[in-house]
């Protein structure tokens, strides 16, 4: 029976059962020849290949797969044909960018529908309306979203380049919840936490303490990053549509 079983195992090694050497290549299988003369069939598991940008396109210099985009990065599909990630540091930086106006294009998608939906005036002409509740001068909105936004920008750009420094004590008006405030993930842009994660989407917290679900996070941020990008689309539609005084309610005939 040892025999037997041996003979068969060695027998999967050769070119009429495997194709040959190219069909042996094409499947991820090797034959190995150890010192004493023994053939052995080694199958080893061929790498996924990375998705690309273009459809039916697998590779092929910088345009279609630049090295510098390793696959590591939710939602890489090798596009960048201006080469603006090749700085690892700016990589970064625009992925936090993106990131960012991607969640507020979410945001200004929904408004732009419900508020058209409940009051009936267009998006583009809801500060101009008169019937608009506006408790504060243009001038004051405008001072008050500068000093409040650069402050909050300012702190993110210094946390981008020296993480959780930003998290400590003395770094916020709040140093009774500054824990609340710090990257519980260790990654930037996805800080999770108590504060940033309270309905327990990408971790759990077990006496007190936020414990991230590095399985759930990945699928996240895969998931929001394909929103993002479809909401900034929609974004880029809508001032198109504005300029023709249209709205996408009326564009759907609603």
Known sequence: MAATSGTVINGLGSP????????????????????????KLVVVAAAAPKKSWIPGVRGGGNFINPEWLDGSLPGDYGFDPLGLGKDPAFLRWYREAELIHGRWAMTAVVGIFVGQAWSG???????????????????????????????VESKRWVDFFNPQSQSVEWATPWSK?????????????????????????????????????????????????????????????????????????????L
């Open 16 to 39: 009429f059962l495997c194709g040959g050497k190219r069909s042996q290549a094409l499947l991820g299988a090797r034959v190995a020849t150890p010192a004493s003369g023994t053939r």
């Open 121 to 151: 005036v267009p998006w583009f002409e809801a500060g101009a309306d008169p019937g608009a509740i506006a408790p504060f001068s243009f001038g004051s909105l405008l001072g008050t979203q500068l000093i409040l936004m650069g402050w």
């Open 177 to 253: 919840t500054a824990e609340n405030f710090a990257n519980a993930t260790g990654e930037q842009g996805y800080p999770g936490g108590k504060f940033f994660d309270p309905l327990g989407l990408a971790g759990t917290i077990q006496n007190g303490v936020y414990i991230p679900d590095y399985d759930k996070l990945e699928r996240l941020k895969l998931a929001e990053i394909k929103h993002a990008r479809i909401a900034m689309l929609a974004m880029l539609i809508f001032y198109f549509e504005a300029g023709q005084g249209k709205t996408p309610l009326g564009a759907l005939g």
